[in-house]
C-alpha cells in the first residue's frame, strides 16, 4: 500500500532484517557448544543474506527504493572439529566428539555491527518521523 | 503501558472525521466534480487501514503474539501520522467551506 510516510516501512524493514540476523547470531553463539557424535554431522551456523527491495516513488520520477528483507537464511557447511573428549558420554571408542566450528570472535563482531545497524535504522525512523510531524505543522493555527 | 495511546487515540479522532468531510466534501462536490470527494473517502478508507493493523498489533502485543516490536510501533507511528493529516486536511477543507460561506452577496 502506497503511503505518505513511507520512511517509516523502510526504516522498519532495516529493523526487521536486522532482528533476524540478530536472532541467527544468538543461534549460533548458543550452540557454540553443542557437541555432537562423529557419525553425526556437527552444528551448523547460520547465516542471513540480505537483499535490497524496489519500490518508492520520488516525486520528480525516479526510485528511491522499498528498504531491506532477508533473501535466505541458509546454513553454513563444515565438518566441524573432531575433539579429543573421552570422559564426553557422545564420544566414540577412539574418545572423539565433533565440535561445532562457530567462531565465536566471528559471530560477537557480527553481533556489534548487527547491533549498531538496528540502532540505525531507529535513529532514521525517528528523525523521519520528526520530519512529517514538523510537516504537519505547516498552516496551523 | 505504551499500548494504550494509540488505542484509545484512534476512535476518538476517527470520529468527528467521517461527519465533518461530509458536510465539507458536498459544496466542493458541486464546482470542482468528485474529485475531492473521492480522494477524502479513499484516504479516509486508507486511514481506517492503517488504524485497523496498528490496532491488531496492539492486541498481538498485549495477547503475547507479537514477534516484531518494532512492526507494531511502526504500525502505531503510521497511523497516528496518518491520522494527523487526516485531521490537517478535514481542518482546511471546513476553514475554506466557512470562508466561503462568509461571502457576502
Known sequence: ?141 | MALIPPIGVNPAVARPIAPSTTTATDPTAATRGNSFGDSVTKALDDLQASQSKADSLARDAATGRLQNIEEYLIAASDAQLSTQLTVAVRNKAVESFNEIMRMQI
Open chain 1, 1 to 141: 500500500m502506497p503511503t505518505p510516510f513511507s520512511s517509516l516501512a523502510v526504516a522498519g524493514s532495516g529493523m526487521s532484517t536486522m532482528k533476524t540476523w540478530i536472532d541467527t547470531i544468538s543461534d549460533n553463539v548458543a550452540n557454540a557448544n553443542t557437541v555432537k557424535r562423529t557419525s553425526e554431522t556437527a552444528f551448523q551456523a547460520r547465516q542471513v543474506f540480505a537483499e535490497s527491495v524496489s519500490g518508492g516513488t520520488a516525486i520528480g520520477g525516479g526510485e528511491t527504493g522499498g528498504g531491506v528483507r532477508v533473501s535466505r537464511l541458509t546454513t553454513a557447511s563444515g565438518d566441524g572439529t573432531l575433539t579429543f573428549d573421552p570422559n564426553n558420554s557422545l564420544a566414540d571408542a577412539n574418545g572423539m566428539v565433533r565440535r561445532p566450528n562457530v567462531d565465536l570472535v566471528e559471530q560477537m563482531t557480527s553481533l556489534i555491527v548487527a547491533q549498531r545497524a538496528y540502532s540505525a535504522n531507529v535513529t532514521v525512523f525517528e528523525r523521519a518521523r520528526d520530519s512529517y510531524l514538523r510537516a504537519l505543522e505547516i498552516g496551523r493555527g
